[in-house]
């Protein structure tokens, strides 16, 4: 698919200037230093100070890379340094404590602002969780697109099996309560080469952009860390697009255009020079009907059966989770707007699998569209069909039944196989794979086989 200059497809990406956005509500009070625990990473004496800002100078001249080798914050986290080389043989946790050695007490926050566990079941704490992340979270680094996770999906991507409010953590304004920060942790269990780790995945890390660059992401991450350490867990995974030490991997999105038109308007894509609108669009047709015999939608009764071949898919890679039947149900099952998984059964049997979720980001200032409809590759599995027939068959009902704009697909497992001919292309951004506390040796982007939201 063609690309417009330098512009990145809402990977999950920082971004690095913010134009003023229109914030009802606005918190006004900084961040106070942090005291106690949490101390190492204030610049609460000259050495700090003169660091933070030696990372500021460094972080300018590194502009155009997005990577600085001098981190405040991470540099004290049990992370492999940047230039750290990792083999098999380190593979294993980096340090190791128990329960007992964890603070019982939060981390400070200046007295204007208060931890929350949200509570999800509730609709006000979901609606607060959704308008903040509507307004401040992830944007491309032109700040054209802002990734909308709605309410249903929220849920769905926050309360899987085994789930604790205690670990969708929230920063509010004492008494207004009004949102501005958040971190959220799940349970999952991952394999790293032959270990089995029980992990978290974090996701949503979000400060309000008028408490952007004063360290309130460092203490997030530190009471989301402690919260977790207290119900005896130690690593955990999640995705960026910034570089920080250290990534096990690095992969790229690819996107399938599905209306070309509504991509050039809203500035996703542009029009080659040997190419029209019109052009365009009669190649990013796809087949008004699904072409799998025995395809259709996953329903209860196939739960142990996905299960089976997806762990048994799984399991040829590197980094990847390993499900349960309760946990596959949950990722699984259709649910309107938010995850789509069709399965091909043959005399009684579950064989192949395809799996999207649904995910819309705002079109920022654009008089005409307000929304890119966006699904994302989830876990395929195919094993009696070809790759290529697989997939088409999902960008099938991607397009014709969900009436999506456009197809993601990072090239993780053997996503890369149907690229070319399903007339995916390159985006132009980079989502760097991390695991915390835990050596893992760099991976190749085919070798990971693992999708966050
Ligand atoms: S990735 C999505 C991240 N969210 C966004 O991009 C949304 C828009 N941006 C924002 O809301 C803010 O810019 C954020 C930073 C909150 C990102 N991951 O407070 P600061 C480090 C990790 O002054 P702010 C996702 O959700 C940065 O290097 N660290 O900065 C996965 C610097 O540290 P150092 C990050 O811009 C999250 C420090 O923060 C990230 O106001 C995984 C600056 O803090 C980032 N994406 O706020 C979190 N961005 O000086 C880690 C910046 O050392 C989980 N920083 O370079 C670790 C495991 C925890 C659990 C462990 C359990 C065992």
Redesign the pocket.
């Known amino acids: 698919m063609p690309k417009k200059g330098k512009k990145k497809k809402n990977q999950?990406k920082?971004?690095k200037t913010a134009k003023p956005q229109n914030v009802t509500e606005e918190p006004t009070m900084a961040v106070e230093e942090q005291t106690g625990t949490a101390v190492a990473t204030q610049p609460s004496t000259k050495q700090d100070v003169a660091k933070l800002l030696m990372?500021r100078a460094a972080r300018e001249q590194n502009d155009s890379s997005n990577v600085?080798n001098i981190?405040?914050?991470?540099?004290q986290q049990p992370v492999p340094k940047m230039d750290q080389e990792i083999t098999v043989e380190d593979i294993g946790p980096i340090e190791t404590k128990t329960v007992d050695e964890v603070d019982i007490e939060p981390y400070n926050l200046e007295k204007s602002f208060e931890w929350y566990a949200l509570d999800l079941t509730n609709d006000e704490d979901l609606d607060d969780l959704y308008n903040l992340l509507s307004k401040?979270?992830?944007e491309d680094d032109d700040n054209m697109f802002r990734f909308n996770y709605s309410r249903e999906f929220l849920r769905w991507a926050l309360m899987p099996p085994g789930y604790l409010r205690n670990w969708h953590l929230a920063v509010r304004v004492k008494g207004r309560g009004t949102l501005v920060g958040c971190i959220t942790?799940i349970p999952a269990k991952i394999r790293v080469h032959d270990s089995l780790v029980q992990m978290?995945e974090?996701?949503?890390?979000?400060?309000h952009k008028k408490?952007?660059?004063?360290?309130?992401?460092?203490v997030l991450?530190k009471e989301?860390?402690r919260r977790?350490?207290l119900e005896d867990?130690?690593?955990?995974t999640?995705?960026?697009g910034?570089v920080?030490p250290k990534p096990i991997a690095k992969n790229q999105y690819f996107h399938r255009s599905f209306d070309p038109k509504k991509l050039v308007e809203i500035g996703f894509s542009s029009v080659p020079r040997n190419s029209t609108i019109a052009r365009m669009t009669r190649l990013a047709r796809v087949p008004q009907e699904t072409t799998i015999e025995g395809l259709r939608p996953m329903t209860v009764e196939d739960v142990p059966e996905v299960t089976e071949i997806l762990n048994n898919y799984l399991s040829t890679f590197k980094y990847a989770p390993v499900f349960d039947e309760e946990e596959i149900a949950h990722w699984f099952l259709p649910r309107e707007n938010v995850v789509q998984c069709f399965v091909k059964e043959t005399d009684g049997n579950v064989t192949d699998m395809f799996s999207y979720y649904c995910l819309s980001s705002h079109v920022i200032n654009n008089p005409k569209h307000n929304d890119l409809n966006a699904v994302y590759s989830f876990y395929n599995v195919a094993q009696t069909e070809e790759w290529i027939t697989l997939m088409k068959n999902a960008l099938t009902v991607a397009r014709i039944q969900d009436n999506k704009d456009v197809f993601n697909c990072l090239n993780v497992m053997e996503n890369s196989s149907f690229f070319k001919e399903l007339r995916f292309g390159p985006g132009d951004g980079f989502l760097h794979y991390y695991c915390?506390?835990y050596l893992c040796p760099f991976l190749d982007a085919s070798e990971v086989g693992l999708v966050l939201m």
């Open positions: 999950k920082q971004k990372q600085s981190h405040a914050f991470w540099d401040h979270y992830v942790a978290v974090i996701n949503f890390l979000c400060v408490l952007r660059d004063k360290r309130l992401a460092p991450i989301i860390t977790v350490n867990t130690w690593q955990a999640y995705t960026a910034v920080i915390y506390n």
